[in-house]
């Protein structure tokens, strides 16, 4: 739903819903089966076919894979359109994208000439890490609490509060949290040529074969 006041706009969405319709058209303009993207993702048909359905759950893992695999921004996978104007986002509103170790909550995506940015609130769980082999973008993260460990291709830092990280996401890299959860502010940053630009994609676009 999206209510919008003078120059206001607040807005909640499905992530599982916006991922169901954003995929398929993805999928279409790559000209891939469900089975062609099964097979580069290594993500199930049976679980693709669910997320398109808009029935599936989900998680980092499996959205970053597909990120990946079709070379384009979460947000093109996330997002209903852009923002525009001022946008309130509620913490108890945010739908929560989770995986091994971290939770994301989608915050705004915003566009700037040739640079698009995805804004996320990042906590990474007590105890736990997120791998990641890597998807477009360049990836920022600025801590707000707690102690986070960060490793980038064998590299290997450790961050506190108001300390700064940043990396091209497209090499593997992980997060941790070895003692206490850390929360963090997440930026991805795209560049034109690595965006697609969904609104240019007709809603009645044919799909391609399921199989």
């Not at 906590?123 to 707000?144: D, K, M, N, P, W």
């Not at 980038?152 to 961050?159: I, K, R, S």
């Amino acid at each position: 739903m999206e209510v919008r006041g003078e120059n206001v706009s607040v807005s909640e969405g499905s992530v599982r819903g916006m991922l169901a319709v954003n995929l398929r058209r993805v999928r279409t303009e790559r000209g891939l089966s469900i089975s062609e993207l099964s097979r580069r993702s290594k993500i199930g048909k049976a679980t693709l076919s669910q997320l398109e359905s808009g029935s599936g759950n989900p998680t980092i893992e499996t959205v970053f894979s597909l990120s990946r695999v079709l070379e384009v921004p979460i947000s093109d996978l996330l997002d209903a359109r852009p923002a525009s104007g001022l946008t309130v986002v509620r913490a108890k509103e945010a739908e929560v994208l989770s995986g091994e170790g971290v939770d994301l909550r989608p915050l705004r995506r915003i566009e700037s000439g040739d640079t698009a940015f995805e804004v996320f609130d990042q906590e990474v769980r007590a105890g736990c890490r997120q791998e990641s082999l890597g998807h477009v973008g360049t990836e920022h993260t600025i801590v707000q609490a707690g102690r986070l460990h960060v490793q980038v291709e064998g590299h290997d830092v450790e961050l506190g509060p108001g300390d700064y990280v940043g990396f091209d996401a497209s090499l593997p890299h992980s997060y941790a949290a070895p003692g206490e959860a850390v929360r963090s502010v997440l930026l991805l940053q795209y560049r034109a040529d690595q965006r697609l630009h969904l609104s240019d994609t007709a809603p009645g676009t044919p799909s391609s074969p399921e199989g």
